[in-house]
Structures are given as structure tokens and as C-alpha cells.
């Protein structure tokens, strides 16, 4: 009876021993240290044989990523590029305002306008704000004798700078510098 009874103590010790804890959640794939392969590689093991991971560590090992171009972002220590934007320029905007010639100048109750002859021989009428000229130009004020174009010009620093320049009946554009 005794042998019996060690027996079943031996069984019951084994049984509890046998049931497995449960398995700890996966870790993280961690970045290889430095002299470590990635997952998946094999490497020179002792006594120079290979070592293959096993079917667990590839199970967890995230995709390989592909590689990063660079050349697409921006460097950020340089200024951004201003992009020109394709806008249809009027045919008043084909030619330098010095090219225009002013033929009469239109006077009502509400504004005036101008008539301008263009060097492809056209006739234009124009009034204040519109765009006109090869330079961003503005038409700013039309009076009884000229019309005056605000310009948009880049001096040697870099800066914007506005120019406006008067075109008289029956002269060429004068301009000042504002």
C-alpha cells in the first residue's frame, strides 16, 4: 500500500508539473544590436555552425520596410521655393507699359477710363485696377491728361519694391520710384 500510495503522490506531483503556464504575450521586435543580425538571418554560431531562428521569432518579426528617399522632402534650411503659378496673362499684360500709347481718355459719371492703342496695333479701354504690363503693373489712377500703373520690381537685395509710372497723351512712360 505504501508503494501505491507513492505512486499516486508521484502522479499527482508530475500531473501538476506537466500543465504548462501560460505563455507570456510576444514582445516587441526589437531594434538588432550592434554585432546582432536581424530576425531571420543566420549568423556564425559557436565553432563556426549557423544558427537559424525559430519558426516563433519569424512569426513575430514585423515586415521588412523599404527604404526611405529622401530626396523628395524638403531641406529645412532652405527657403521655400516660390512656385510659379500658370495664369493666363490678358493681352494687356503681353507688353511692357512703356509700349502702350495713350490715345484718349474717357471721363463719366461714375469713373474714368482710357483708351490705350497696344504695339500690335489694338485698341483697349482700361479703367482703375486693372492689370496691365509685363511687370505685375496695376493701374492705380487715370486722370485728364495720363493714366498712372503701380509696378511690382525686385531690386538687387531681393525686396519688392513699387514703382509707379505715369503715361501721358502723346508721351512715353516716366516712372518714380515709391
Request: without cysteine.
Amino acid at each position: 500500500m505504501r508503494f501505491a500510495s507513492a505512486l499516486l503522490s508521484a502522479l499527482v506531483v508530475s500531473a501538476a508539473w506537466a500543465t504548462d503556464p501560460p505563455a507570456p504575450a510576444p514582445m516587441p521586435a526589437a531594434m538588432p544590436q550592434a554585432g546582432m543580425p536581424p530576425n531571420g538571418m543566420t549568423s556564425p554560431g559557436a565553432g563556426g555552425a549557423s544558427t537559424t531562428p525559430s519558426a516563433a521569432s519569424l512569426s513575430a518579426a514585423p515586415a521588412p520596410s523599404s527604404p526611405v528617399d529622401y530626396k523628395k522632402f524638403r531641406d529645412p534650411f532652405k527657403e521655400p521655393s516660390v512656385v510659379e503659378q500658370a495664369v493666363t496673362k490678358s493681352e494687356l499684360e503681353r507688353y511692357p507699359i512703356t509700349d502702350f500709347k495713350v490715345v484718349a481718355i474717357i471721363t463719366g459719371p461714375i469713373r474714368m477710363r482710357a483708351m490705350l492703342t497696344a504695339p500690335d496695333g489694338k485698341t483697349h479701354y482700361v479703367s482703375e485696377h486693372m492689370k496691365i504690363g509685363t511687370r505685375d503693373g496695376e493701374i492705380v489712377k487715370i486722370t485728364t491728361k495720363s493714366i498712372v500703373v503701380r509696378e511690382k520690381v525686385v531690386n538687387p537685395l531681393g525686396e519688392v519694391e513699387q514703382f509707379d509710372s505715369e503715361i501721358g497723351m502723346d508721351q512715353p512712360a516716366s516712372g518714380s520710384t515709391q
